[in-house]
């Protein structure tokens, strides 16, 4: 198994109620599974493998697309849209797909202050051509340390 999917597991499971841990999104045939987080909680190791700024103030958006009837294989996808503080100043900086053998993980990089709330508006495209899937999340974000 992949380092990234080693570590969406892991982060799932350890932070299941502190961090936004895996969520989803089921539309059509489509689940999307997405994941917050402060780089900080990644390795040294891993955020140089996936060239990740590690720091206090940056957060980390992992989207991965699959089919419902095809779970555990991804689907190539490309991802538009923004990540916007509550006064609307745009937080996304880094936008990019990884490949690892049949997964497809969206990196999305963005900077935040300690008790911002960002609100995350997406919409990921499946390679085939099919509807957009629309993501809409607000999160409260936390500085590690603070």
Excluded: C
């Excluded at 509550?86 to 490949?99: A, H, K, Y």
């Amino acid at each position: 198994m992949t380092h990234l999917r080693w570590l969406l597991i892991g982060m799932g499971l350890l932070f299941g109620g502190l961090a936004q841990a895996d969520q989803t999104v089921e539309q059509g045939p489509w689940v999307l599974h997405y994941m917050t987080m402060n780089t900080t909680e990644l390795t040294p190791e891993i955020a140089r493998n996936y060239d990740v700024d590690r720091s206090k103030k940056r957060g980390l958006l992992m989207l991965n697309l699959q089919r419902r009837d095809a779970p555990l294989k991804s689907v190539d996808h490309r991802t538009e849209g923004t990540i916007r503080n509550l006064i609307g100043q745009t937080r996304s900086e880094r936008t990019r797909n990884v490949v690892e053998g049949d997964a497809i993980y969206t990196l999305i990089e963005y900077r935040y202050s300690h008790l911002e709330t960002l609100r995350f508006d997406l919409d990921i495209f499946p390679g085939d051509g099919s509807a957009p899937i629309k993501l809409l999340f607000s999160q409260q974000l936390f500085t590690p340390g603070r």
